[in-house]
DNA sequence: CAGCTGACTTGGG
DNA sequence: GCCCAAGCCAGCT
């Protein structure tokens, strides 16, 4: 059956694995719309903490993050640091590609 | 039902 | 490679 759009993007953020990173725009594209990855923020937003997501792990396609927020930003980069990805203080995120669904 | 929103993306200069 | 402008989608108000 066809869950709906943010439904799939929530699994796909499942299953990014520890240590890797993807965009907004790869996980839309997974979910089956690459032009949403406006979407994407969307669920990052309403379903991150309620599904207990690795929104941490998702980052713009320039490989910097994203958020706006200045204590949010902080709290990725720890946490991507956590798992040995790290960033600078522009937020530009320190790895050699993205993941692209393959590892599951 | 129409409009707004947003942690984006891409293309052009 | 950097900056700016326009485009795009699904859920919410």
Redesign the pocket.
Known sequence: MEL????RVVEILNRIPEGQVT????VAGMAG??????????V???S?KKYNLP??R?I???GYI???DPA?FEE?KALLAAEGVFADEEGKVKIEGFWIGYDD
């Not at 965009?23 to 790869?26: A, E, P």
């Not at 719309?33 to 969307?42: D, H, I, L, S, T």
Request: proline letters at 3%; a positive charge; glycine letters at 6%.
């Open positions: 709906s759009f943010t439904r965009s907004y725009g790869i719309n690459p032009r949403a990855a406006r979407q994407v923020v969307r990052l937003h309403s991150s929104w941490h998702v713009s396609s320039r994203a958020i706006k949010g990725q």
